[in-house]
């Protein structure tokens, strides 16, 4: 079954420090994963997707097959991306599996 | 279009009324999903369709819900005898069909059942 990992309920980083969001999934395949986030009262946008290949407001990701693992990352963590991060796959066109989430807080 | 549109956003019932959720999705999506995310947890998969045809249910949805698309446009999800249980936010998302494509999240109904 497939099933995706957030191992950190809560992540806690000071403004300017390096911030890692940790995903890992289990699938036997080759899914498509990604990066939801949801601001304070806000509806739930995607952040990311692993074949875009992007950097979107400072955050990347690398698909890394042989640990099965999508950490996001960024390098210098700012008061606004305090938020909740939702790791997601999917496999042809499947619908999505998230993980439980990790609450971003970044202290000024 | 401002987006995928939800309503009621907000809904309290007693335990074994019935309610019924609406979802508008964005107009040329023809893929419509519908989760369910209680607290702590990540959105859950419950059904989803291509246009009218709903492909999958999930075994989360037990044969009290049932969901339709009747026309391909908006979609209900109707819960009968409601439980304490069922109390939880539910979401619907759109998308075109193809991989990798994004889904775009309404705001959600919010559910309590005392």
């Known amino acids: 079954a497939q099933r995706v990992t957030q191992p950190e309920k809560l992540l806690s980083v000071f403004k300017g420090a390096p911030v890692e969001l940790k995903c890992n999934y289990s699938?036997?395949?080759?899914?498509?994963l990604f990066w939801y986030v949801q601001y304070s009262r806000q509806r739930l946008q995607l952040l990311l997707r692993h074949i875009s290949r992007e950097s979107i407001k400072g955050f990347t990701a690398d698909l890394n097959k042989g640990e099965t693992s999508f950490h996001l990352k960024k390098p210098f963590a700012q008061e606004e991306d305090s938020a909740m991060y939702y790791c997601?796959?999917?496999?042809?066109?499947?619908?999505?599996?998230f993980g439980k989430g990790t609450r971003l807080s970044v202290i000024a | 279009d401002t987006g995928v549109s939800q309503n009621p956003r907000h809904k309290i019932t007693k335990r074994g009324q019935n309610v019924t959720f609406r979802c508008d999705p964005i107009s040329e999506h023809n893929r419509l999903y519908w989760y369910r995310q209680t607290l702590g947890q990540g959105p859950e998969f419950l059904t989803y369709?291509?246009?009218?045809?709903?492909?999958?249910k999930s075994r989360l949805l037990s044969d009290r819900f049932s969901a339709e698309r009747p026309k391909g446009s908006f979609s209900t999800l109707e819960i009968q005898r409601t439980e304490q249980g069922d109390s939880a936010m539910y979401l619907c998302?759109?998308?075109?069909?193809?991989?990798?494509?994004?889904?775009?999240f309404g705001p959600g109904t919010r559910l309590t059942v005392l």
């Open positions: 369709f291509q246009n009218e045809a709903q492909l999958e």
């Open positions: 699938y036997s395949g080759s899914p498509e």
């Open positions: 997601a796959l999917t496999y042809q066109s499947t619908p999505l599996v």
């Open positions: 998302a759109s998308s075109r069909s193809g991989q990798g494509l994004e889904q775009f």
